[in-house]
């Protein structure tokens, strides 16, 4: 399945990369292929520039250091320029539509990266515009995460498919598109949040279609234990997410419990890998001696964002 970067030919079939589902199975491994092979190409120096001229802007509506930094980095690798914008400095802060930004920027650019939080406004950016719009999170999901995580993965296990990652914490966007992430694989996946913080049900649904045909299965539960058991990868993120500051006192009530610590992974396999997309919150969401452990990948995760991101923007920008 090795994707040859001198003889390019576009994996996806969409314009977008709005959530993962925008690929199907041969084409998620075959993005993973890319990553490693434009990875392997800048460890060793070779000269890579199918962006050359090209322009990516990024419109922040959210804080972000790896998504920000490994974007801009990436299309500067790539040969290409990134833009860096927030909703104070467009006009979209001041009630310019989407429509019109989207239609605007396509004049410009050559593709939209978007952080945000209503998903709706993604997929209206990317209606509404001519140039791809790659979706770098919003409060639905988290779709170059979860390819970043897969990346990690495959290259510390070697295999993706028949693994089994627990998913403890909020059925937030990083969970949902795991979720998609981990069906897509063919890898076994099992989230456990508390009462009332479950994964959307949409969402789950979606999962379960794709696992019906990839042979993974899927498993949402409320036992932090449960979801350990025999994991080949414990991921946790923040409980509480950007935007919802106001209920932090609340959700820590309502996760107590839900800490990957030491006790917690004894249930998991013994070469278990630790993921967290970061930040993190030592001592809430995870230990430190779990994050700082042995079993931690996080730098190595936080690292392959650039690498996974260059694979979707090359096939969708050049
Ligand atoms: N850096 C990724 C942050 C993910 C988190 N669920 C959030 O939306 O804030
Ligand atoms: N994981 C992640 O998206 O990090 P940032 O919020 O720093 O971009």
Not at 99 to 118: C, H, P, Q, W
Request: glycine share 6%; hydrophobic share 40%; proline share 3%.
């Amino acid at each position: 399945m090795t994707v040859k970067t001198a003889e390019y030919k576009k994996i996806s079939d969409k314009k977008d990369f709005l959530t993962v589902t925008d690929v199907n199975s041969q084409q998620l491994y075959q993005l993973l292929e890319l990553a490693k092979e434009i990875k392997q190409k800048h460890a060793e120096g070779v000269p890579y520039a199918p962006l050359r001229g090209k322009t990516l802007a990024m419109i922040f509506e959210k804080s972000s250091t790896r998504t920000r930094v490994s974007f801009e980095v990436g299309m500067l690798q790539l040969g290409g320029h990134a833009l860096f914008l927030t909703d104070r400095d467009l006009q979209i802060g001041r009630g310019e539509t989407i429509s019109d930004t989207a239609k605007v920027l396509s004049e410009y650019v050559n593709g939209i990266m978007i952080r945000t939080f209503e998903h709706e406004k993604v997929e209206e950016l990317a209606k509404e515009g001519s140039i791809p719009v790659i979706n770098g999170l919003t409060d639905s999901v988290h779709p170059c995460q979860a390819l970043a995580d897969l990346l990690t993965i495959q290259e510390v296990k070697g295999e993706l498919k028949g693994l089994k990652l627990a998913y403890i914490g909020d059925g937030n966007n990083v969970a949902h598109s795991l979720l998609h992430a981990c069906a897509l694989a063919g890898m076994d996946i099992s989230v456990a949040t508390p009462e009332g913080y479950e994964p959307c049900d949409e969402i789950v649904a979606e999962t379960l279609q794709i696992a019906a045909a990839t042979g993974s299965k899927v498993e949402i539960v409320t036992d932090p234990h449960l979801a350990v058991k025999e994991a080949d990868v414990v991921y946790s993120d923040v409980w509480t997410s950007m935007g919802q500051e106001s209920e932090n006192e609340k959700r820590l009530n309502d996760f107590e419990g839900f800490q990957v610590n030491s006790e917690l992974v004894k249930a998991a396999k013994p070469d278990y890998l630790f993921m967290h997309c970061l930040p993190a919150h030592r001592e809430e969401e995870v230990s430190t001696e779990v994050i700082d452990g042995p079993n931690s990948v996080v730098f190595h995760q936080a690292g392959n964002r650039l690498h996974a991101q260059k694979a979707i923007l090359v096939d969708l920008l050049s």
